[in-house]
């Protein structure tokens, strides 16, 4: 079956480090990928979607690589601040009518 | 402002009891889909809709209801609410208009439900 699986549940950094988010699937090849922030008691907010045949995409201090061959994704965070601690989704086009969502990284940025 | 509103977003109720979560999207998406957030399960996909009257299922269908009358509004329904049913949900919308999943979902702020 299709299984989405995302690095340690927690991950814990000091400020101004760079974070890196690691998503994994198995059984599937996505056409696209997309990552989202989620802050407690709030709803998960889009940030970055990485196609198949890009194999990176940055905006501002955020970068997602899409590795098809290793059936993975990164997340990177550079230069992390204590506001960038969330829990991080990964989310996949499965070939269904609907995106499939990891568990989640819970990020802890610590000044 | 473009958005996702759900209501209520907490409720606590008891076994047995028909309750309808509402949610309504004023950015003219057709796709519109429930999930449910339990911890270490991750968003599971409840039902979702494509378009006016056309409804299915998602991973984790059994015990609820959906309708999509209209293209804005697509209330969940739990016609007999159950304990296991108690969960954070989260209603969220999509253009989807051409069936791939370039677009990003758009969320609301989540209903949290305690069914005693």
């Known amino acids: 079956s299709q299984k989405i699986e995302q690095n340690s549940e927690a991950l814990n950094i000091q400020e101004g480090k760079t974070a890196t988010l690691t998503c994994n699937y198995t059984n599937y090849s996505p056409a696209y990928l997309q990552w989202y922030r989620q802050d407690p008691g709030r709803g998960p907010v889009f940030l970055l979607l990485?196609?198949?045949?890009?194999k990176e995409k940055r905006k501002e201090r955020l970068k997602v690589t899409f590795d098809t061959t290793l059936k993975q994704s990164l997340f990177h965070i550079t230069a992390s601040q204590p506001a960038d601690s969330a829990t991080y989704l990964c989310?996949?086009?499965?070939?269904?009518?609907?995106?499939?969502f990891g568990s989640g990284t819970r990020l802890q940025v610590q000044p | 402002e473009a958005q996702v509103t759900q209501n209520p977003r907490y409720l606590i109720t008891v076994t047995g009891k028909k309750l309808t979560v509402t949610c309504s999207q004023n950015m003219n998406h057709e796709y519109m889909s429930w999930y449910r957030q339990d911890p270490g399960l991750g968003l599971r996909q409840i039902y979702y809709?494509?378009?006016?009257?056309?409804?299915d299922k998602g991973d984790v269908p059994e015990g609820y209801k959906v309708s999509r009358k209209e293209k804005r509004n697509f209330p969940l329904i739990l016609e007999s609410p159950s304990p296991n049913q108690t969960s954070l949900y989260f209603c969220a919308s999509s253009p989807f208009s051409d069936g791939s999943w370039d677009q990003p979902q758009h969320f609301g702020d989540g209903t949290r439900l305690s069914i005693l």
């Open positions: 809709s494509m378009n006016v009257e056309v409804t």
């Open positions: 990485i196609r198949e045949n890009e």
């Open positions: 989310a996949l086009d499965m070939g269904r009518r609907a995106l499939t």
